[in-house]
């Protein structure tokens, strides 16, 4: 496969590359940035439950993040360090890759336009209308605005504390929020998360499970069209996508934190399924290649 032949045979190109400008910066005292301080209704609670659709890079329960939150504004930020300012210009790059690469899969494979997401930067806590997104939540995609929410601090957290190491880690993270709003684009999320809201838990974790699994298929897809369209993988690369995959797996989270896995309880999928899907991603090109609804066997 084509996949197999690449890894390990291409640290990644992106300095002094294109920034995207959907970027929404809040960071600083007050929010920061061009986004400002978020004010919000109340807009949590099970509804907003069913349809978020979060990173869940630490194996524990997110449910308080998302409960029902009162009118405000909520922005509580720490310390910028280089790191993070490095970390924003990274994602402001693969970003804007996500936004060449999802408006030409669109066009030629599905002949419409792409929406791009905003990605929202913080630094501790902020507010989103999922629920307040801080690291405990890791990244995660908010349908509700279609915003992808993000922690500057949480590449430090994915090399130290999850063994996830490098910047084409760091990019698959990115590239798996996006899949997110390229499934909300077309209509999964809300179809899938109708569904759940139908079934018994381990069901709906089943289905949660095929969502993530596609998002990890998604990321798969454009880190071959990055590759083809921008040169941008280097040497180990895609090595470093994988491990970040296998090192996110529900099983392996699990078994670190000292619990038995529970396969019941996965909403993300096996390392090895999550690996597997973001290959077969790589290797397809084609959205054809995602489809992890038909079949029994992820």
Same mark, same amino acid.
């Given at each position: 496969m084509?996949?197999?032949?690449?890894?390990?045979?291409?640290a990644m190109r992106w300095q002094g590359r294109r920034g995207s400008s959907n970027?929404?910066?809040?960071?600083?005292?007050?929010?920061?940035?061009?986004?400002?301080?978020?004010?919000?209704?109340?807009?949590?609670?099970?509804? #907003?439950?069913?349809?978020?659709?979060?990173?869940?890079?630490f194996g524990v329960d997110l449910t308080p993040l998302l409960d029902d939150q009162p009118g405000g504004s909520v922005s509580q930020s720490a310390p910028i360090t280089q790191a993070d300012e490095d970390a924003a210009q990274f994602v402001s790059v693969t970003l804007a890759d996500t936004e060449e690469v999802w408006t030409k899969v669109f066009e030629t494979q599905l002949d419409r336009t792409y929406n791009p997401p905003t990605l929202v930067l913080f630094k501790g806590i902020t507010r989103s209308?999922?629920?307040? &997104?801080?690291?405990?939540?890791?990244?995660?995609?908010?349908?509700?605005?279609?915003? #992808?929410?993000?922690?500057?601090?949480?590449f430090t957290t994915m090399e130290q504390r999850l063994g996830a190491k490098g910047d084409f880690a760091s990019a698959y993270v990115v590239a798996h929020?996006?899949?997110?709003?390229?499934?909300?684009?077309?209509?999964?999320?809300s179809k899938v998360n109708g569904l759940r809201q139908q079934v018994s838990q381990a069901d709906s974790n089943a289905l949660s499970v095929r969502?993530?699994?596609?998002?990890?298929?998604?990321?798969?897809?454009? &880190?071959?069209? &990055?590759?083809?369209?921008?040169?941008?993988?280097?040497?180990?690369?895609?090595?470093?996508? #994988?491990?970040?995959?296998?090192?996110?797996?529900?099983?392996?989270?699990?078994?670190?934190?000292?619990?038995?896995?529970?396969?019941?309880?996965?909403?993300?999928?096996?390392?090895?399924?999550?690996?597997?899907?973001?290959?077969?991603?790589?290797?397809g090109g084609e959205l054809s290649a995602c489809?992890?609804?038909?079949?029994?066997d992820l």
């Open positions: 084509m996949f197999a032949t690449f890894v390990g045979m291409l970027i929404e910066d809040r960071r600083r005292s007050g929010g920061g940035g061009r986004g400002g301080v978020v004010r919000l209704g109340g807009a949590g609670g099970l509804g #907003v439950l069913a349809i978020v659709v979060v990173g869940y890079f209308p999922c629920g307040d &997104a801080g690291s405990a939540s890791g990244p995660f995609y908010c349908p509700q605005d279609q915003k #992808v929410y993000l922690d500057t601090a949480f929020e996006v899949a997110h709003h390229v499934q909300d684009e077309l209509g999964i999320l969502i993530e699994l596609q998002a990890d298929c998604m990321a798969g897809i454009w &880190a071959r069209s &990055a590759q083809e369209e921008f040169g941008s993988l280097e040497p180990g690369d895609l090595d470093e996508a #994988v491990n970040a995959a296998r090192q996110i797996g529900d099983d392996t989270l699990q078994r670190n934190a000292g619990r038995n896995p529970n396969p019941h309880s996965f909403t993300h999928g096996t390392s090895q399924q999550r690996s597997k899907w973001f290959a077969r991603g790589y290797d489809d992890t609804f038909s079949g029994r």
